[in-house]
């Protein structure tokens, strides 16, 4: 059973910075593409930030060039550097796993960001 619990969440000023993680368990990390999605009250879950198993990432336009997407295989985790944070960001952050047309998702963080 894959498991995947993100952690990092929290309340930060506007121009603040945040770090997620992603621990995934269960099964072979390094096949997954992995992704950030993100759900703010009332609005669809939006893709925020991808990364292939190879490496390469993709942004939403509205957090590239302030959010950066990593992972790291040995540890079977994900991250999602997080700066330059504004108001609008603030929603819940999910981590998802990809591989063969299954997805596979933690539960959520939330990210507050304040004015």
């Known amino acids: 059973q894959v498991q995947l619990v993100e952690s990092g969440g929290g309340l930060v000023q506007a121009g603040g910075s945040l770090r997620l993680s992603c621990a995934v368990s269960?099964?072979?990390?390094?096949?997954?593409?992995m992704g950030w999605y993100r759900q703010a009250p009332g609005k669809q879950r939006e893709l925020v930030a991808v990364?292939?198993?190879?490496?390469?990432?993709d942004y939403a336009n509205s957090v590239k060039g302030r959010f950066t997407i990593s992972r790291d295989n040995a540890k079977n985790t994900m991250y999602l550097q997080m700066n330059s944070l504004k108001v609008e960001d603030t929603a819940a952050y999910y981590c998802?796993?990809?591989?063969?047309?299954?997805?596979?998702w933690g539960p959520g963080t939330q990210v507050t960001v304040s004015s």
């Open positions: 269960g099964s072979i990390f390094s096949i997954y593409t």
């Open positions: 998802n796993a990809y591989y063969r047309s299954v997805d596979y």
């Open positions: 990364i292939t198993r190879g490496g390469s990432v």
